[in-house]
């Protein structure tokens, strides 16, 4: 079967209608069999500046973005200014016949002629669909599924556009032919089974629910805000309350509170919010509660870039919260991880009774992949609590116990007294300035790092047994390693990948013998400083020297990494 991978660019403004035209796109591509890498790019505002949906589609698997341009369809002049040294060799331009192009090659549809203003992004689908050989009849099947509700009179205007569209574009390539443009014919696939297309703050909302989330707070911040949308879309249907606080405070403190109360919570937020968050982030540590955070990351500090993407809030994360307490963070590499990490995260809480962090990005955020759906057959919820009735009089909420984690008793429904505190306390919960009982109240809650790490996920590791080169990198940079670690393996090179999709804590034995085997480490990170270098050096002793770093707010691809190393 001859393999080909096209990189489709939508640029405009916010408002003109980008987005709409990206996902009908890429949902008829998923439906037509095709595999799909979706990057979002856009500027922190409602209307205008400049934005881009970027679809690298393929008849073969993807995991990476791309960064030439193989179809670009713009919504406006500026665009093309912006993109044009991005096109490749065949490269395309498809742009409204009143935009002047010179001296690269430029499809000028007469939008104004073929439909309305309101509907010009659905000829753009239109033309899209026939550039690329795709079956008419599946962009229909989309748009019906978007715009049926909506009434007979605005499906049809719509299906009239794409037809419109469509046929203009037929017949203007029959009487021109140029044969340059067969490169974007897509080579013809099988339907496949249905699949799911969700991103990765879909696929991680739909993680929390699978593990039985009952209560999420939230303060709106890029780009998680998304996670706590999709979970309030299913909130009647499954039993979870979705709260707006008023601030980061109140909002760790809402779900520290429903928590202790018995009800598995998440809260949603990234960088700039998470560190007001922090001294909740103690509460949780010192009363023992579990608690799910998930962190989009976004470019600080401060406000940064907030609708761009970067791997910065790693230490942040580590070290949040003052004293000492046990916590686990993990790091999903794809829109599957996030969904299955979901659920491990609420799973880590309640056997640790305490916090728990996974750390996403924008560019996996927004990231649309065609997945195949989750066997939920085998989910379970997690179980909050205790079973009260063995419990001897009085209770003790933080008993000391040979590994650290004390029988949890939820308030209200036994008749035993639970007790928390946010002072250090005694084994009852009352509050003690008794500083032997302090030192053993310390050890008894770092005891309980020996089972987080009896439940780390160890990495993954792809490639030859005893690579020359070995690529290090965790979270949402894994799709792009792992490409550029097959080119160069296609040009001679013995190279290997280790993933990490559990940052903290780290199990030296699981991975210290990659490091030591391969000949030259290099950690691939989306941030300033090689935090994740430093951390597995703290593990393990040993310093990555090398380090590919990019934090212009794009998030890496192959391209960034064959270019850091010459290749």
């Not at 209307?47 to 179809?71: K, M």
């Not at 989309?142 to 499906?155: I, S, T």
């Not at 230490?315 to 659920?343: T, W």
């Not at 649309?368 to 057959?377: K, L, Y």
Request: charged share 20%.
């Amino acid at each position: 079967m001859t393999t080909k991978t096209l990189n489709i660019v939508i640029g405009g403004e916010a408002g003109q209608g980008l987005v709409t035209i990206g996902e009908l796109l890429a949902k008829t591509l998923v439906e037509c069999g095709y595999e799909i890498v979706v990057t979002q790019s856009y500027q922190s505002r409602v209307r205008g500046g400049h934005n881009t949906f970027t679809i690298r589609t393929s008849n073969a698997g993807l995991a990476a973005p791309q960064e030439t341009i193989d179809l670009l369809i713009v919504m406006n002049e500026e665009t093309v200014r912006l993109h044009r040294e991005e096109l490749s060799k065949n490269g395309l331009v498809v742009t409204d016949s009143s935009i002047k192009i010179d001296a690269i090659p430029c499809l000028g549809v007469p939008y104004g002629e073929l439909t309305s203003r309101r509907h010009e992004n659905v000829a753009a689908l239109g033309v899209a669909t026939f550039l690329l050989g795709l079956d008419k009849t599946v962009p229909a099947q989309v748009l019906e599924r978007k715009f049926g509700k909506k009434g007979a009179e605005v499906m049809a205007e719509n299906r009239k556009a794409l037809d419109t569209a469509y046929q203009w574009t037929s017949d203007k390539l029959a009487q021109a032919r140029p044969e340059a443009l067969d490169f974007l014919k897509l080579p013809e696939t099988k339907r496949q089974s249905p699949r799911l297309i969700l991103n990765g703050n879909e696929a991680l909302a739909l993680g929390a629910l699978s593990a039985g989330v009952k209560f999420c707070s939230f303060y709106p911040m890029t780009p998680a805000t998304s996670i706590a949308v999709t979970i309030n879309q299913y909130a009647a249907a499954m039993g979870v309350v979705v709260e707006q606080a008023e601030d980061e405070i109140a909002a760790i403190n809402m779900a520290i509170g429903a928590a202790f109360a018995g009800a598995p919570s998440l809260v949603t937020t990234s960088g700039g919010g998470f560190a007001l968050m922090t001294e909740g982030i103690s509460l949780a540590g010192m009363t023992e509660t579990p608690v799910v955070v998930m962190l989009g990351q976004r470019p600080g500090p401060a406000t940064g870039l907030p609708t761009r993407t970067e791997q910065g809030d790693l230490e942040l994360v580590l070290y949040a919260g003052h004293g000492d307490f046990p916590r686990a963070i993990l790091a999903p590499g794809s829109v599957e991880e996030c969904f299955h990490l979901a659920g491990k995260a609420f799973e880590l809480a309640e056997s640790s009774q305490g916090p728990v962090f996974l750390l996403t990005d924008q560019f996996l955020a927004d990231s649309f992949r065609a997945v195949v759906p989750f066997n939920v057959d085998e989910l379970c919820s997690v179980q909050t609590g205790t079973d009260p009735s063995p419990a001897q009089s009085p209770y003790r909420r933080y008993a000391l116990t040979e590994d650290g984690v004390s029988p949890r008793l939820l308030p209200g429904f036994s008749r035993h007294l639970v007790i928390a505190d946010s002072d250090e306390h005694d084994e009852d919960g009352h509050l003690t300035e008794d500083l032997e009982v302090r030192v053993r109240m310390v050890d008894k809650r770092m005891k309980k790092y020996a089972r987080l790490k009896n439940e780390v996920i160890p990495p993954s590791y792809l490639g030859a047994e005893d690579p020359e080169l070995l690529l290090v990198c965790w979270g949402s940079t894994q799709g792009s390693v792992v490409e550029a670690a097959g080119a160069l393996e296609s040009a001679g090179r013995k190279v290997g990948v280790l993933h990490f999709a559990q940052v903290w804590p780290l199990v030296a034995q699981h991975f210290v013998e990659y490091l030591n085997r391969a000949r030259q480490v290099v950690a691939v990170e989306s941030n300033a400083t090689g935090q994740f270098a430093r951390l597995l050096e703290r593990a393990t002793g040993l310093q990555i020297r090398r380090q590919i770093l990019r934090y212009d707010g794009l998030p890496i691809t192959p391209q960034t990494i064959l270019a850091a190393l010459k290749i």
